[in-house]
C-alpha cells in the first residue's frame, strides 16, 4: 500500500446495528485512523459513524432482505462503477471486504479492474440453519447470484442443503479475494480445506486494555453476552445456573444475562438490551464471561471484550478453548451439567482464574489498535 493511500472499508450490512461483525469492523475502522491510516467507510448507514479520520460513505436501500435483515442494495453490476468511483477519489490502495453479498461482490470487481489489492475478511464461515429450511437453498443460491453476478466456483457439501448453500456464497467471495483473512485459526483451516486459496488467521481489533481487579469477596459473578439466537445457547448457561443453585442455593454464584427478557431462573439477572458503556460495567463486575455457543463461532467479540478487561471466558466449545488457550476455561463436557460442574469448582476455588485471568491480559495485548494495523499492512503488502 502506498505510503499516504487510504483503505477502503466495505461491508453490505447496516452498520445501524453493531451485532459482531459491525462491531469488529467500525473497531478496525478506528484502529486504522488512529494509527493514522486515511480510511473510507462504505456501507448502509455509514454516515452513523463518526471518528477522525474516517470518510463515509452511506448507500441507500433498495429493502431489506427478511430473517437476514440485510440491506439491499442492487446488483453488483450496478454498485461497481460507485465503488471504483470512491476508490479513486480518495487514492484507496487496499480494499478490506467484510461481508458476501452485492456490495462486496462490487468491491472485488472494481479492485480487479483498478488493479487495487482486496482482502475478505470472513466472520463467519459456519453459517447453521433448521434442516428443515434445506429445501430453501437453491432459492438462496439463485438470490446470492443474481445479486453478485458469481455464478460459477467451488461448492462447500459437508452439511445440509441449505448450510452447504450459505457456506458456499462465503467461499466463492473468498475466491475471488487475493487474501482471505479470518480472525480464528480453526476458520482459516476449514476456508483452506474448502479452497478459499491463500488465507490469513488475523485477530479482530481488541479494545485498549482497561483492567480492573475483581472485587473481593462476595459471589462468583458471571457474564452471558450475545444475540438471543438458536446457536448461541443461553439456555445451556440457564440451566446450568439452575443446577449450580440447587446445589449450592442462591447467593453463592450470580448471572448477569445482557439482553432477552426476563425470566424466572434463579440466581440470575436479565439486564434487557445494553449498550456498550453497560456491558463494559458489567464485565468489569464479573470474574468471568460465559460463551455457551458450540462449533459456530469463529472469534466472539464478546471475548475480546473480556480479555481487554483482564477477564478470562468459560467456552462450551472445544474448538474455543483450544482457539482461546491461556485466557480460556473448557468445560469437561458442552453441555450444561458440564459448565455447571466447572462453575462449581471455580466457586470452590477462585484461585483457578489466577492463570487464565493473565492469559487475557496476554491475549488482547497482542491485539490492540497498534499491533492490528502493523500485520494489516504487512499482509497488504505481501497482497501486491
Known amino acids: 500500500m502506498r505510503s499516504g493511500s487510504a483503505v477502503l472499508l466495505v461491508c453490505d450490512y447496516s452498520l445501524a446495528y453493531l451485532g459482531g461483525a459491525q462491531t469488529a469492523f467500525v473497531r478496525q475502522a478506528r484502529a486504522l485512523a488512529d494509527e493514522g491510516v486515511p480510511v473510507v467507510v462504505l456501507a448502509p448507514d455509514a454516515d452513523g459513524l463518526t471518528a477522525d479520520g474516517v470518510v463515509t460513505v452511506a448507500l441507500p436501500r433498495r429493502g431489506t432482505v427478511p430473517v437476514l435483515d440485510l440491506p439491499l442494495l442492487g446488483r453488483a453490476r450496478d454498485l461497481e462503477p460507485l465503488v471504483a468511483a470512491t476508490a479513486r477519489r480518495h487514492d484507496v490502495g487496499a480494499i478490506i471486504v467484510h461481508s458476501e453479498f452485492a456490495l462486496a461482490a462490487a468491491a472485488l470487481a472494481a479492485g480487479e479492474r483498478l488493479g487495487i489489492p482486496v482482502l475478505h475478511t470472513v466472520h463467519t464461515f459456519f453459517w447453521r440453519a433448521p434442516a428443515m429450511l434445506a429445501p430453501f437453498a437453491p432459492v438462496v443460491s439463485r438470490v446470492h447470484g443474481a445479486l453478485t453476478g458469481i455464478r460459477a466456483g467451488d461448492r462447500f457439501t459437508g452439511s445440509h442443503a441449505l448450510n452447504n448453500a450459505l457456506r458456499t456464497m462465503t467461499l466463492r467471495i473468498a475466491q475471488r479475494a487475493d487474501v482471505v483473512l479470518s480472525p480464528s485459526r480453526h476458520q482459516a483451516d476449514a476456508l483452506r480445506a474448502a479452497g478459499a486459496g491463500r488465507v490469513e488467521a488475523f485477530s479482530n481489533v481488541a479494545q485498549p486494555l482497561q483492567i480492573s481487579e475483581p472485587a473481593p469477596g462476595g459471589p462468583l459473578r458471571l457474564l452471558w453476552v450475545a444475540r438471543f439466537a438458536p446457536e448461541k445457547r443461553v439456555e445451556v448457561a440457564l440451566n446450568a445456573m439452575s443446577l449450580v443453585v440447587s446445589r449450592l442455593g442462591e447467593g453463592r454464584v450470580h448471572l448477569d444475562v445482557a439482553g432477552g427478557t426476563h425470566r424466572a431462573v434463579p440466581g440470575v439477572t436479565f439486564h434487557g438490551p445494553v449498550s456498550g458503556e453497560c456491558v463494559a460495567e458489567l464485565m468489569d463486575a464479573a470474574d468471568a464471561a460465559l460463551i455457551t455457543s458450540l462449533g459456530f463461532d469463529n472469534q466472539p467479540m464478546v471475548a475480546l471484550e473480556a480479555f481487554a478487561h483482564g477477564r478470562p471466558v468459560i467456552v462450551s466449545d472445544p474448538v474455543l478453548a483450544t482457539e482461546f488457550g491461556d485466557a480460556a476455561l473448557g468445560t469437561p463436557t458442552p453441555d450444561a451439567a458440564g459448565l455447571a460442574e466447572l462453575i462449581l469448582r471455580l ?37 501486491r
Open 347 to 383: 466457586e470452590a476455588d477462585r484461585s483457578l482464574l489466577d492463570a487464565p485471568r493473565a492469559g487475557a491480559v496476554t491475549y488482547a495485548s497482542e491485539r490492540v489498535a497498534a499491533a492490528h494495523v502493523a500485520r494489516l499492512r504487512e499482509i497488504i503488502a505481501s497482497a
